[in-house]
């Protein structure tokens, strides 16, 4: 790797990469932000940078101390089927290189993994320090929808009983009408709702406030259970 501001060296002969892909492999220091569209090698480049800092003369790394971060468990399967074909060719290289053997040896330990897998490892490792049930586990999404719906019912009846008939939220309801009018109001809340007022325990704010929030985002969300846009029932 070279230092920041440094000439950039020669492409090896024969190389496939473009200018702009060579500038990003070989370049140095601790922060870098490539940005290009699908399909223009970035997962290629950043396979090469990491095994060019594995493969390091001067400062070698080993592969369970990186971070490789990707969006879908897809994504981090096949990033690391890459850098192993690349240690495997990079070995068959140098043969003799105990260092790649042992990167190898420890690609099934690498943390390349997607985000949200990576945070799950930490607070499983550190569930104790933070006073979380070590045995917690992520809940189903029909499991998650059930616990919404019940903290929401928990919620409208909170507020109708701090507000009254004549509140915020007994005047949203008659938009609605007819029977399922609460079925229906508790629909939009989630689209119409910022998050923190729907968490139990944090104040609700006024009703004025939570509906004037709504009418930006009326053109943008559809209601389900098919009850019609946001803004025949919101605004």
């Not at 922060?31 to 970035?42: N, W």
């Not at 993994?113 to 569930?127: G, I, P, Q, W």
Request: charged share 25%.
């Amino acid at each position: 790797m070279r230092k920041p501001g440094m000439p950039i060296p020669p492409k090896p002969e024969g190389s496939r990469w473009t200018d702009e892909q060579w500038a990003a492999i070989t370049e140095g220091g601790a922060h870098l932000l490539v940005s290009a569209a699908a399909g223009s090698g970035k997962t290629a480049v950043l396979v090469e940078r990491i095994i060019r800092r594995v493969a390091d003369a001067e400062r070698p790394l080993d592969m369970n101390a990186l971070l490789v971060a990707t969006f879908t468990n897809a994504a981090a399967a096949e990033m690391k089927e890459r850098i192993r074909r690349a240690l495997e060719d990079a070995l068959e290289r140098s043969p003799d290189s105990r260092h790649l053997e042992r990167q190898l040896a420890l690609l099934p330990q690498a943390a390349i993994t997607t985000l949200h897998s990576f945070c799950l490892e930490v607070v499983r490792r550190y569930a104790t320090l933070i006073g979380l049930d070590p045995g917690f586990r992520i809940a189903g999404e029909t499991e998650a929808e059930l616990l919404r719906i019940d903290t929401l019912d928990e919620l409208f009846e909170r507020t109708y009983e701090a507000q009254g008939e004549n509140g915020a939220l007994a005047r949203l309801a008659e938009l609605f009408g007819g029977g399922g009018a609460t079925r229906r109001c508790r629909s939009s809340f989630w689209i119409c709702t910022p998050l923190p007022a729907a968490i139990p325990g944090r104040p609700i704010g006024s009703g004025r406030w939570r509906l004037s929030s709504a009418k930006p985002m009326r053109r943008h969300s559809p209601v389900p259970y098919g009850c019609g846009p946001c803004s025949a029932t919101c605004g």
